[in-house]
C-alpha cells in the first residue's frame, strides 16, 4: 500500500523533489566520501591546467561554445571559457577568478597549488577517518599565517623603490610576460614598462590608462607605443592629418538638432521645401562656423554625423571622427585632455582637447586614426601578430603585465621566481612542522609538501628529470645558511642537452616575483581548499533545462 | 490493508496507524539527522546547487529548509514550521528541526509498546509548560531596563549568533585578543572576524534603535561588495548606495556635504496626449528645441542657485534623485560641482532621510535649508565595473545605517549576509526581551535536570512517560553540539551533568575542547525568544504528528520519485 512517495527506507532522497541529487558521507562510508570526490574532482582541474604553468608551458586549444578558438597557456583564459560544471571544482575556479581580478598574475599558482593540497589532504584522509579534522584546516590556515608573517618577509631579495628606474621595472616584468609569452618578453616588457612609466600618476598606475589595440599582419617585433589615443577606424572626412590642432569632442551625434516630442514640417508651397532645407544648411553652417572659429581643428562625435554636417566639416577643412562607443569616447578625452559636450557649439577653452598630431595611418590594411600628445596620460601599445588567437593572447600577457606594475607600485617587494621561493617556504615549513604537536604537525608538513607542485611542474614543463631537479633543489635550500636567502630556482632553459642540472641561480637569471601577488594567490589558494574540505554533503537540485550534468 | 476511501477514489494513497506514525517519524528523524551535522559552531557546511548551477555554501537550517525542495509530507509539514521559527525570532531553525525529530522518535518507541498517542502528547504539553516556566522565572538572566547601553551583552549575544552561521569563524586566524568590556575584562578565545561582525551589527542596533519604537531593521541597509575579504566587513555610518554619478567630471569626493534627497524628474517627460510640433525652418525647430529643454534648464538653475545660496565656503552639494536626470542637466550639475546621483532605490530614499536628516523634496518650490540632510564624507568608489557612493560620517543622531559586507567571491558574501541578518535578529530579540539565556547546551542541560528532579515525581500516571520523552528528547542539542566538534556524547553530557548538579549553575558545552564551560563568562548568549519559540513549536508538530492516524492523498498519482543514483 505505501508509495514510493512515503518510503521510509528512501532516506533523505525519497523527502526531496524528484530529479534532486544527494551527496553525503553516509552513502558509502569507505572510500567515495564526498570529501574524497571533490579533491578528485578539483584534482583533475588543477593537473589538466598544470602542463600550462610557467613558460614552458604548453598552450591548449580551446574551442568555446560559440566555436570561437582560442590558444593559450593562460590559466585564468582557459577557465574561463571552460565550462566547469562540478560544484566544488567551480569554487576553485572561482578563487582563480578572483586572483586574476585581483593582481592579474599567478592564477595556475592557485590551480595547482590548491590542486596538490586537496591532493596531499586525501592521504591524510586516507589515514584518518573520512572527515578532515578541523586541526588540519586550522593548520593551513596557520601554515598560511606563517608563510605570510613569518617566512615571506626573509624571503624578500630586493623591492622597487623607485619607479622611474626602468631596469628595476624591466627586471620585475620580464618574468612575468615569459610566463605568459615566452619569447616575446623582450619586445613587450620594454613597451609595458615604458607605457606604464608615461602613465604612472604620483606613482600609482592605473589600469585602465595603458591600453592596446590588436592589429592582426606583421610579427610581435613590429609592435610600437604610441603616446596617446589609437582609434580602430578612418576618418570621415577629407583631412586625414593634422598638426597641433584643438579638439572638440561631442558625446552627442553632429546632426540637426531634433525635438524630443515628434516635429513635423509644415511646408505648403514648393518653396517653402526649398526655403527649408536652405534653413536647414545655414543653421550647420553657422555651428560649423562657429567651431571652426574657436580654433578647432579636429571634431570627434559619439554619436550620428550627418553628411550634411560632414560637407560643412570638410568646406572648412576640419578633420572629423565617429567613434561609437561610449567608453572608448570617454579614453580619447582622457588622452587628449577634452570634456565630451552633449550639446552641439562651439566649446569653452578649457573643455577643448589638444594633440600634437592627429592623422590616418594604414595598419594591416585598415585605417586607424592615431593622436599623439606629450602630455597624454594614455598609451596606447599596438600589438601586431600574425593571427587573432596570438594577438589576444598577446594582449592578456600585456595586461597581466599593466597589473604587475600596478601591483609593485602599491607593495615594491620581490621574492626570487622559478620555483625558488615555493622550496624555500616548503623546506622551511617542514622543517617548522616537527616543532608542532598534534595533527597539526601533519597539516604544515601536508602544506610544505604540496607547495613543491611547483618546482616540481616548472621542471617537468621544461623537461628535466623533475624528481632529480627536485632533490637537489631540496638539498641546496635545506644547506642554506641561517640569514641568507637560497637563490635556486629551476632553470627552465634546457639547452638541447643533458648537460644542465635542471637548477640555477635565479639571482644570475634575474626571475624575480612580487612578493604580493604570490601572498595573495597563496591565500586564495588556502581560501578555496579550505572550503572545499568543509562541504560534507552536497545537495543538488536537477538542473534547470538545458543539458543534463 | 483496504479502506473505504480506496471505494470512493480508487487512485488514493493511503497510510495508516502504525504505519502512518513510521512514516511521519521517519521523515522527522531523516530531517534531523539531515541538519544535525550543521548546529553549532563546529557544524560543517552543505553545498547546494540549484537548477541553474548557482552554487550556495550554507551551514544555515533555514536556507537549507528552503532550498532543498522538499517533497515528503511530513518532511515539508515540518521545515514549513521551521521556517516559522525563523520568521518570528530568526533563529533556532536547526534546533527545532532536532527537537522534533528526537520527540518523535522517543515518542515513537512507548507507542508501539502500544502507550496511547493522546497520553504521551499530554505528557509533553505538561513538560513544556514547566520547561517554558522554568525558563522565565529561573533560567534566563534579566537585563533590565537600558539594555541597549549593554554593548558586552549584546556583541556576545550577536557573536553566539553569528558563530553558528559563519563556518568562517572556525578557520579564520583564531587568536587571543583581549575583550575589554566590562564584566568580560579578561583573555578570550575569538574569532576575529565573528568579534569584528558582532561589533558592526550592535553598533548597527545602536544606531537605529530609538526609544518607545520597535526597532525596524529596515533601516539597516545591507550592501555586499565581493572583494577583499570578509575581514574588510564593517559598519558605515551613513548609507552605501550601489551606483555612482553618471557624468565623468562629477567629483569623485566630497566633503561636508548637504545631500538634497529629492524625487523631481529631471529629464524630459512625454506628454500624456498625442502632441508634436509643426515649424517650416531649421530656425523655427531650433526654438522648439530650445524651449522644450527649457522648462528643464529652469529646473536645474533653480536647483544650482538654491546649492549657491546654502553652500558656504568649504561645503559642497550632492543630489540624490530618485527619477531621472538626462544628460543635460548632469552637464549643468557637473559644472556647478555637485554630485548628483539618479534612480536611487526608494528604500534607499527613507533610509537618506533618517540617516542624514531633512526630508524628501518632492517639488522645487519653496525649496528650505531645512529640507536637506548633511554628510561630513560623499565618495565614489569603482571596484572594477561597479560603482558605489559612500554617504558616510552623518550627523550623530543618524537613525539609519548601513553594514558593508565584503568577501572574496559570491559564496562568502552571500554566508555573511545570512549570517549578518540572523544577527541584527538576535540583537533585536535580546533588546526587546531585555533578557538572556546562557546558551551552549545549557538551558537544555538544566532542563533535562530540572524536569527529571522536580517534574516527573510531581506527575501522577501515564503521563510521567511523556514528561520524561520531552526531558530526554532536550538533550539532542547539547549531544549533537558534541558530536560536531569531535567528542564523545555520551561522556560530554555525563560531564555537563555532573558539573551542573555539582556547581548548580549554567553549565554549557565549549565546542572547542568538549569540556564543561560557564557560558557567562564566555560570553555565549541565546535568545529567550528563540529557546521559548523552539520548545513551542517542537511540541506542537511532535503532537500533531503522534496524533495522525492516517496518512491520505487523493486524487491523481503523481508519479513515482525514482531516486536516481549518483
Redesign the interface.
Known sequence: ??????N?A??????????????SQE?DPTNSSVVLRNISACLELSRMLSTSLGPQGRCKLVVNHLEKIMVTSDCAAILKEVEV?H??A??LA??CR?QE??CGDNTNFVLAFAGELLWQTAQLIAKMTW?P??EI??GY?RAL?LCESKFFPTLVCDSVNNFTQKDQLLQLLRPVLASKQYGSEGVLAPLVVEACLRVMKNGRVSVESVRTVKIPGASVSQSVLLDGYAAKSGVETVVTSVEKAKIAVF?SGFE????????????KTAD?LK??NK??E??MEEIVRSIVESGVKIVVTGGNLSDMALHFLDRHQVMCLRIGSKWEL?RL?QAVGA??L??LGPPTPDEMGYCDSARVQEMGGKPVTIFTNAESKLATIVLRASTTSVLNDLERAVDDGVQAVAQAAKDGRFVYGGGAVEMALSVALQQEAEKVPGLEQYALAAFGKALEVIPRTLAENAGWDSTRVLADLQSSHASVTEGTICDVGVDIDRLGDDQGSGTTSMKEKAIYDLLNTKMSAL??AV?AT??IL???????????GGPK? | ?TSSLQEISPNA???SKQ?AL??NT??AV??M??LK?NLGP?G??????????Q?K?TKDGLT?LK???????T?AMIARSATAQDDITGDGTTSTVLLTGELLRLAEQYVAEGLHPRILTDGLDRARDACADFLKSDFQVALGEDVIQNSDVLISTARTSLQTKL?LA?????RVARCEHGSFAKLMFLSLIVFKIARAVVDAIQTIYTKDAPLDLNRVEIITME?Q?AMDSRFVRGLVLDHGGRH??MPKVLKNVHIMTCNISLE?E??ETQ?????????E??K??ES?RKWLDERCRKIVSFKRSVCGPDETFCIINQKGVD??SL?IFAKEGILCLRRAKRRNMERLTLACGGSPILSLEDLDKKQLGYAGKVSEVSY?EDKYTFVEDCPNNAQSCTLLLQG????TTAQVKDAVKDGLRAVKNTVEDKAVVPGGGAFEIAAHMYLHEKVVPETAGKTKLGVQVFADALLIIPKTLAANA?YDVQESILKLKDERKATGMAIGMNCRTGEPMLPETEGVWDNVRVKRQSIYLSTVLANQLLLVDE?M?AGKQ???????D?
Open positions: 500500500m505505501t508509495s514510493m512517495a512515503y521510509s528512501a532516506g533523505l532522497a525519497g523527502m526531496l523533489k524528484e530529479g534532486t541529487r544527494h551527496f552513502d560544471e560544484p566544488a567551480k569554487l572561482s578563487a578572483k581580478e585581483e572527515q579534522a578541523p584546516l586550522a590556515r599565517d558625446a540637426a538638432s531634433s525635438t524630443e516630442a515628434k516635429g513635423t514640417v509644415l511646408m517653402d526655403n527649408y534653413s536647414e545655414a543653421k570617454r578625452c570634456t565630451a552633449v550639446r591565500r586564495q581560501d579550505v572550503t568543509k562541504v560534507d554533503q552536497i545537495i543538488m537540485s536537477k538542473p534547470s550534468m | 490493508m494513497e493511503i497510510v504505519q513510521r512514516v521517519n521523515a531523516g530531517l539527522n539531515v551535522s563546529t560543517t557546511l552543505k553545498l547546494l546547487v540549484g537548477g541553474a548551477g552554487l555554501l537549507l532550498e532543498m525542495q522538499i517533497q515528503h509530507p518532511a563556518d572556525l578557520v579564520e586566524k583564531v572583494r575579504s565623468p567630471d524630459y512625454q506628454t502632441a508634436g510640433f509643426v515649424y517650416s525652418t531649421a530656425e525647430r531650433e522648439l528645441v522644450e544628460p543635460l552637464d572594477g572574496p567571491n559570491e559564496l569531535g496518512v492523498r503523481m508519479g513515482k520519485p525514482k531516486p536516481e549518483m
